[in-house]
């Protein structure tokens, strides 16, 4: 072969390998690309899972917050409503003051009209049965009738004079069990004990006790 053959068939040669060199160039260059938007993509997966996890959190610990807050309120509200249960014998009247009894003959709104009464105790008889001695054999350990016990009842008996008072917006009524509400709770037939101001020229109501 001459020198001219041979560096023709080289040439040929070289020819040929540049597309295939080409081609892999380009195949390589595309397996990367592909490679970094694979990596891209799960870069802003990961990104996004993370910031939906942020997001519950938040809600998370705004929906604790709200209840801590709800559940404060609702302490303070609950302390402020209880009271101890005051007997007329606890009541401190001061000079210028007076304690009344009476029993609510009409209301309507926080006008009031009420029967004074006076509390008496009434006792009752009621039956019961005998317990033998415990030293009683067993064959007399049986029923030898019965027996009356007394009890005694608190009885509101109403008086002619009524009353027809105004209850200031903000007076405390206490309920039977305690609890501190408002006029609204009053209703007709209630028995109270009124703790009233007559220094001035007209008598102002100063707390309400529901008694039944």
Do not use: C
């Amino acid at each position: 072969m001459s020198k001219k053959e041979y560096k023709n068939v080289h040439q040929e040669n070289e020819g040929k390998n540049k597309p295939e060199e080409v081609d892999m160039s380009l195949k390589e260059i595309e397996r990367i690309g592909l490679g970094k938007r694979n990596m891209t993509n799960e870069s802003i997966r990961i990104a996004k899972k993370k910031k939906r996890k942020k997001k519950i959190l938040v809600a998370i610990g705004i929906f604790l917050i709200a209840i801590l807050v709800m559940g404060g309120i609702w302490y303070t509200q609950i302390r402020e409503t209880e009271t101890e249960v005051v007997s007329s014998e606890n009541i401190a009247v001061e000079a210028g003051q007076e304690l009344l009894l009476g029993q609510i003959t009409v209301i309507n709104g926080n006008e009031m009209t009420f029967a004074l009464v006076e509390e008496t105790q009434a006792t009752t008889q009621r039956g019961g049965m005998n317990r033998p001695d415990a030293k009683t054999s067993s064959d007399a350990m049986i029923l030898e009738g019965m027996e009356e016990t007394e009890a005694t009842t608190v009885v509101y008996t109403a008086l002619e004079e009524e009353r027809t008072a105004t209850i200031p917006v903000g007076t405390e009524v206490v309920t039977k069990l305690g609890t501190v509400t408002t006029f609204s709770r009053l209703a007709s037939g209630d028995v109270m004990k009124i703790l009233v101001d007559n220094a001035g020229e007209e008598d102002v109501i100063l707390k309400i006790w529901i008694l039944e």
